[in-house]
Each structure stands twice: as structure tokens, then as C-alpha cells.
């Protein structure tokens, strides 16, 4: 099944995708795509209606993040060793873990904002692990019965915020939108082998990315395992497995997003993610957002 989100931002509904490509709602059946549809028997039971009989969303609908209240957004940094090179970092000998903020999480399409004082925002495309039942102390041989899906997630990165401010990578990987997700999550028995699944971006209409899987230092099943003995993984946490050499930050000279530019991801399962770069605009961006959020007293 292809699984999806879809509405205005904050308020998606579940849906699926049917054999025309048609999206389906499903909030007649289940409250939402997350922890409580992922598990094994929720999905199998999603397996069995008559996707012709729900009624479909409308065309042209805006797709969200394809997973809903993730708990947590895990990454693993430098997974590839080209992409390790091009960077100047040695390859690691053990995953590199670090988080970004689940306010990251956006939908495929949605624009990418150029922060205040952003200087050297840069795109990694890849392969997403949505977590589908509890994993903690998982052997690797096991790992991958805890995994429901597989989607496309764009690691956006401010390398200056990462890079040269003080303390850990996460600020310049948490900026509001920058871990678009999607178009839909892939639920795993229709995923072969996560360990053979191309991947392409594109700036501007120019090829900048393009890798596979099967060349990833740590595979699928090796970052579970290792993942759940240092953490109770849960039903709806996403990880990001690292990206294939080409992202901005290793051209010579670097290459950087500015507003304008236009961004496409994408994999031949998975589908493909448009993103247009804009600049910050508070009036426009920030007073809508805090207002929207602001307590009703």
C-alpha cells in the first residue's frame, strides 16, 4: 500500500493511494496515518477494503507529511562513504546519530524557507524507516519485522548552523519544514530489498544527487538494531538513513540553496518530492504561525 496525508497543514486526513493513483480518504476507518495504524494487524486490516468503495480526496489535493505525531525523527549522518569523501570526514566506524526536531517534518511539495541569517542551506535526499511495532534490543536479523514503511525524506541542512555554531548538529537540522517526508510511506511488503533503492535530486532542473542504497556503510537492518540498544524505538518514529555524495556542501566551490531555486527528489517507488525555496517572511510566515498556536483564553 502507498499511504498518504492530505489537507491543509494540521489538518491532514489518513489516505491511500489506489491502483489509478487516485487518493483515497481513509478517515472513515482510521483516525490518521501513525503509531496506531502502522502496527502489523492495523495494516493487514487496511489490506482487505475495497479501496473503490472510499471516497476519493480532491484532485490536486496538498499531500502532508505522509506520517502523522511522529515521536521521533532519528538520523544517521555520513552513511555513504563517497558522500563521507566528499565532505572530508573520515568514514565512521559506527553509525553517527543525531536528531532533528519533529517540528521538521513537512509535507513533499511544501516550500522550503530560507531562515533569517541562513547563509548555506543545502538538500540531502534519502531513504526514510517508519517504524511499525516497538523495537528495543532488536537483533539485526529481526530488525526489519519492526519496520512498516519506507519513504522519501529530504534531510535539509543549514551547514552553517550544523557546522561552525557551538554544540550539536541539531540546530541546523531543525528549521520549521526542513524534513519533508514523502509523498507516501510504502508499507514494507511491497519494499524488496531497502538495500537496492535508487535516488536522485535535482536543483533547478540539474542532476546534483544520485546513489543506491546498496552502497550505505550501515544497511536498514544494521541501524535498527544498533538504534534499539540505546533507545526504545516506537510505532511512528522515522529515521533517516544518510544521503549519496552530491549535496551542496561538497561542490567546489559549495553550492547553496537561495529563494527561488527549485528542488526534485525522488525514487522509482517511493515518488518524488518539488520543493520551491522561498525567503522568510514574518508577517507572512511567523505572526500566522505563533497565532495559530497562541492558547484560546
Known sequence: MKLVRFGA?????PGVIDAQGVVRDLSGVVPDIDARTLSPAALARLREIDLATLPAAPEGVRLGACVGS??????????YSDHA??????????PV????HTGAAAGPNDALILAPGSVK?????????????PAWHVREEDALRHVAGYCLCNDVSERAWQLEYEGQWTKGKSYYGYAPLGPWLVTADEVPDPQDMDLWLEVNGVQRQSGNTRTQIFGV?????????????????????GTPPGVGLGHKPPLFLKAGDRVALGNPLLGEQRQSVVAY?????????????????
Open 281 to 297: 517572511d514574518d508577517e507572512a510566515m511567523g505572526a500566522r504561525w505563533r497565532e495559530a498556536r497562541l492558547p484560546q483564553l
Open 85 to 94: 569523501a566528499e565532505t572530508n570526514t573520515p568514514i565512521p566506524s559506527q
Open 70 to 79: 511522529i515521536p521521533n525523527l532519528v538520523c544517521i549522518g555520513l552513511n
Open 97 to 100: 546519530v543525531f536528531n532533528k
Open 9 to 13: 497543514r494540521g489538518s491532514e486526513k
Open 121 to 133: 542551506l543545502d538538500w540531502e535526499v534519502e531513504l526514510a524507516v517508519v517504524i511499525g511495532t
Open 221 to 241: 537492518a544494521h541501524i535498527v538494531s544498533y538504534l534499539s540498544r540505546f533507545m526504545a524505538l516506537a510505532p511512528g518514529d522515522v529515521i533517516a538513513t
